[in-house]
């Protein structure tokens, strides 16, 4: 193959501005989907993607195109990624793949959070960034505004800035050549040994495990020994290939510079590293990739099979979906209440909703989880540093000589006139501030320093809410600082239900207290017996509820006669449920575990 000729790049932004829509018309302008069965999302081919709207796993396709303008027939590589904050990793692990970026802002909104997060991740990556505004056909479109802004925020000049229209196809055979025109072709020799990188990998019912790999320096063929440089294992091919038209196609060779996929004999999926590197065990290469930086889960809750008896499925199951979402962390657990499951990493709650709903619909698992946390450290009297990610990890408090928490460099991007909403919701959260800048007339951009436990839940939805949709946020851990840590219990009757504990800042304890039990009063269903539920640190109880018992009407058959009759029914009633209040199982319903993690 002519290197000259090929081209790699992916299409980044901030969620919703554009990006799947931009990659299905160049999908349908380089005739990779007939125009016949053209649909939206094509590149998003999870249901829960068209569902939401949203883009959660990257996806590579293969293109030709010929550009009129340069009278050549092009290959092109396009990675359409996530936009949403919790997906970064994707972003991330595509533009390792990648020479250049395609960087769309939505021409109604401007320049978000995101856009910024990705444009620098871009940056660090070396790779040659394309601006393009999109949406320019909407009656909401301030063009000048938004390519102002551009100019101002990321530096760009004004003939670099390409005007589109990804839903009515304006501008998109002007990007396709200036991508030929300004992104460089790939590197590497192919007279070297071997040397790939292991970039992305999902799980097909067909093929088992596909691994994709960006090729930097030498060539693979279907007769090629594969050696994984991290893990020593050596690997023969079964089918080499790339993804065109939307569909896996076997070739003979990958070169350096190209980007494609291969199966091999793997049985275990847990045996694939993303940001290995692979070499020929023949002809080695002398060290290996740098790979990508890896993010580290910010977000840890328990996952627990309802029923015990379909823990292997849930192993299985994971052992899969970590192929496609290398982000996602698990180790087995087991607690009091449920039994065995996995305590689980995610980069944040719509991370964590994603998998859950994943793990349900794709593998028919009925699942519980617990109340999430952020990793918290603790420094031990005896001078040991312990990383706790559940409740259950704590040390008593007499073991403890400080506490420590994750803080979070918190960058949002809001209209002018909710800054002062904006500013004082982030310091009831206990955020600290730390500058602000003006972007445009009506646009600031904003950082605060705050506790990550603050904004895992539903900081979002709230900032959202304050600038009646036009916030946007972004954040990256920083540092560990210290606080006030407790643990807060949930006893029913008298018993802890550890789904429920919950480690916090001490001051925020009494509020979260009263209502967890407030809720739960609400979604536990009566029972025979009273049910006590309680919130409490330790021994001091913070707040306290009662379900009142079902109501049977024991002497509803005495229908006359002497009051000691009836006294003895009643007697024997009490005893009744005594008993049953002290061997009773609780029933909870699934749902009180759902609705416990909103509040």
């Known amino acids: 193959m002519d290197k000259t000729l090929l081209r790699n790049f992916s299409i980044i932004a901030h969620i919703d501005h554009g990006k799947s829509t931009l990659a299905d018309r160049i999908l349908e302008l380089t005739g990779a989907v007939d125009i016949r069965h053209k649909g939206d999302q094509l590149l998003d081919d999870m249901e829960l993607e068209k569902e939401r709207g949203i883009t959660i796993k990257a996806s590579m396709v293969r293109l030709n195109y010929f550009s009129k303008k340069f009278n050549k027939e092009y290959i092109l590589n396009l990675i359409d990624t996530p936009g949403h904050v919790d997906f970064t990793y994707e972003v991330s692990k595509s533009l390792a793949a990648c020479e250049g970026a395609i960087l769309v802002v939505d021409a109604g909104q401007g320049i978000e959070a995101q856009t910024v997060g990705n444009y620098y991740l871009a940056l660090e990556n070396n790779l040659h960034v394309i601006p393009v505004i999109n949406k320019i056909d909407l009656i ?46 790939p590197g590497g020799e192919i007279g070297e040994p071997l040397k790939a990188l292991i970039f992305d990998c999902r799980f097909d019912a067909f093929k088992g495990v596909v691994v994709f790999v960006k090729v930097i320096d030498g060539q693979i063929t279907p007769r090629t020994q ?50 290995d590197t692979i070499t020929d065990p023949k002809n080695p290469c002398s060290e290996a990739l740098p790979g990508y930086r890896k993010v580290k889960p910010l977000v840890f809750c328990g996952i627990y099979p309802v029923n015990p008896a379909d823990f292997p499925e849930l192993r299985d199951a994971m052992d899969k979906l970590k192929l496609s979402d290398a982000s996602f962390v698990f180790e087995p657990e087991n607690s009091q209440s449920f039994g065995t499951g996995f305590r689980c990493g995610f980069l944040g709650l719509l991370h964590m909703e994603i998998v859950q709903e994943r793990l349900e619909r794709e593998y028919n698992l009925n699942l519980i989880l617990t109340v999430p946390n952020v990793v918290y ?23 403890i000589d400080e506490a420590q928490e994750p803080y979070a460099s918190l960058l949002m991007i809001v209209p002018v006139d909710s800054i002062e909403a904006v500013c004082d919701f982030t310091k009831s959260r206990r955020g600290m501030f730390v500058s602000n800048e003006y972007l445009s007339e009506d646009r600031v951009k904003v950082i605060f320093q705050i506790p990550l436990s603050e904004i895992i839940v539903d900081f979002y939805d709230r900032i959202k809410s304050i600038t009646r949709g036009y916030g946007s946020m972004d954040y990256e851990f920083k540092e560990y600082l210290p606080t006030k840590l407790v643990k807060l219990d949930i006893l029913l009757n008298g018993q802890v239900c550890d789904a429920f504990s919950s480690l916090m800042f001490k001051e925020k304890a009494t509020s979260r207290a009263h209502l967890l039990v407030g809720k739960l009063k609400e979604l536990i269903p009566r029972q025979l017996f009273e049910v006590a539920i309680q919130a409490a640190i330790g021994s001091q109880i913070l707040a306290s509820e009662k379900v009142r018992p079902v109501g049977k009407h024991a002497t509803s058959k005495c229908s006359g006669g002497d009051i000691t009759r009836k006294r003895k029914l009643w007697d024997i009633q009490k005893k009744g449920k005594k008993r049953l209040k002290q061997f009773g199982k609780v029933e909870i319903p699934q749902e009180a575990f759902l609705e416990v993690l909103k509040i």
């Open 140 to 185: 909401s479109a301030d063009v000048a505004r938004v390519k102002s802004q551009v100019e101002t925020v990321l530096g760009f000049k004004d003939e670099e800035i390409i005007l589109a229209s990804a839903k009515e196809g304006k501008g998109v055979i002007e990007i396709l050549d200036r991508i030929i025109e300004t992104i460089p072709s």
């Open 226 to 275: 594969l050696k994984m440089f991290h893990a020593g294992k050596i690997y023969k091919i079964e089918e080499l290939g790339v993804f065109k038209d939307l569909k896996y196609t076997a070739v003979d060779s990958l070169t350096c510079g190209e980007v494609g996929y291969f199966t091999a004999n793997m049985r275990d999926p847990r045996e694939v590293i993303i940001g």
């Open 377 to 399: 450290r603790i420094k031990t009297k005896d001078g040991r540093l312990i990383e706790v990610d559940t409740p259950a990890k704590l040390c008593a408090s007499q073991d």
